[in-house]
């Protein structure tokens, strides 16, 4: 097919669209209403610490196909760092106990019948009420499904379930758990060992692609945020930037890659997610130990994962509406009490800096996995693109870049 292919955004959704796109010898037009690219993956120089850092922490595993098979299109093959095997650390902040999640590498999970390898205080037979998720009935929540009580929830469903999803488990979806699931302990640890951008979220996903697309004649047009789309005949016939008009010849396509409130602004009766969540992640400008652990699962406290990269501890905290208005100073100490606790370091703050996203990811319960809308649209050259599409995952990098792949294969 001829013709160009016009995405609008250029967060992941946008710029693994355009790199499949353009892998395959088609044209492509990029437009982006920010000033950079990422949306909310992205990396930025914080005058505060003095550091490049991530606006938001993001653990990737190992059987994220289309997240590693999109870095290995645009030579950043390296760029995400993990374990050699499945191995997940973690801390009671409440009676300072530790262990470690070690699951074997093949789908038969022996692992759960040996005591140094699971969550202490937990037997064998309490992980296969996990299972449950896997047969979940359509618009049921996890806590209709299976049972969030006891050690085992406290200590690993709910933790790793609230970092997946973003939302309180026992409110969200227990199909999205599933597909968790399903994608990753189900699978066996080969496909669960954690991996991290360790040199920045810029360095690992969005550089390397703006580079990889310049050799091919791609330029994002930065500060072009669209208006409206003009419809007829059952296509997108033209964009309005501002004052410009761009028209989409007979061959053109549309891939609108923005966010779900934008999208349901521009295109006529789109349903769409309409309910969001937050994350709060804090970064904290001082050396991790030498010992410590690329990730850190911290249960008990407010703190939930911490990251350990060269120049700096960052914590992430998820389904964080709660601590939207809280005082920033005060969040900071409390939470690098924790991070002291957990690392030995000293009891002062050092440099730090809060960054709060209210709207990171779509509520992951069964009213909003509902209103999720396919690739397709009703007009013949417009698809969708985003980790708000109905990808069968929660609001992840994995999801966005497969939608970003899915609306090429139909664009293509």
């Known amino acids: 097919m001829t013709g160009t292919t016009h995405i609008v955004g250029a967060g992941l959704a946008g710029l693994s669209c355009a790199v499949r796109l353009t892998d395959d010898g088609k044209r492509v037009a990029l437009y982006e209403a920010a000033r950079m690219a990422g949306g909310r993956c992205r990396s930025y120089f914080d005058a505060t610490l003095g550091l490049t850092i991530d606006n938001g922490n993001h653990l990737l595993l190992s059987g994220n196909w289309a997240a590693r098979d999109y870095g290995a299109r645009i030579g950043a093959s390296d760029a995400l760092v993990g374990p050699a095997d499945c191995v997940f650390d973690f801390l009671d902040c409440e009676n300072g106990e530790r262990w470690r999640l070690r699951p074997n590498a093949s789908k038969l999970p022996w692992w759960i019948f040996l005591a140094s390898r699971r969550v202490p205080g937990t037997g064998p037979l309490d992980y296969l009420d996990a299972a449950r998720l896997l047969f979940a009935r359509k618009g049921a929540t996890i806590g209709e499904t299976m049972r969030c009580e006891g050690a085992l929830y406290e200590k690993l469903w709910r933790p790793v379930m609230l970092s997946a999803l973003n939302t309180e488990p026992k409110e969200a979806s227990a199909t999205l758990a599933g597909a968790v699931l399903r994608e990753t302990l189900a699978a066996g640890g080969a496909a669960c060992r954690p991996l991290v951008a360790k040199g920045g979220l810029g360095h690992a996903f969005i550089g390397p692609a703006l580079a990889t697309l310049q050799a091919k004649g791609v330029a994002p047009r930065f500060g072009a945020r669209l208006r409206e789309i003009v419809f007829d005949d059952g296509r997108a016939r033209a964009l309005r ?172």
């Open 241 to 412: 930037f501002g004052d410009e008009e761009i028209a989409l010849g007979a061959d053109d396509r549309l891939v609108l890659a923005a966010p779900p409130w934008i999208a349901a602004e521009l295109v006529p009766g789109l349903i769409a997610p309409d309910d969001f969540r937050a994350i709060l992640n804090v970064h904290f400008k001082i050396q991790p130990p030498p010992d410590q652990p690329l990730l850190l699962g911290m249960v008990g406290g407010l703190s939930e994962w911490l990251f350990a990269f060269d120049d700096r501890l960052s914590v992430t905290i998820s389904g964080a509406d709660r601590l939207m208005d809280a005082p920033r100073e005060a969040l900071a100490e409390k939470i690098w009490r924790e991070v002291a606790n957990a690392t030995g370091l000293p009891d002062d703050l050092p440099p730090w800096q809060i960054v709060k996203e209210k709207r990171a990811t779509f509520a992951a319960t069964p009213a909003q996995e509902a209103r999720r809308p396919g690739a397709a649209t009703q007009w013949d050259n417009l698809f969708l693109a985003g980790d708000w599409t109905a990808t069968g995952l929660p609001a992840t990098i994995e999801g966005s870049i497969r939608s970003g792949y899915r609306a090429a294969e139909l664009a293509g």
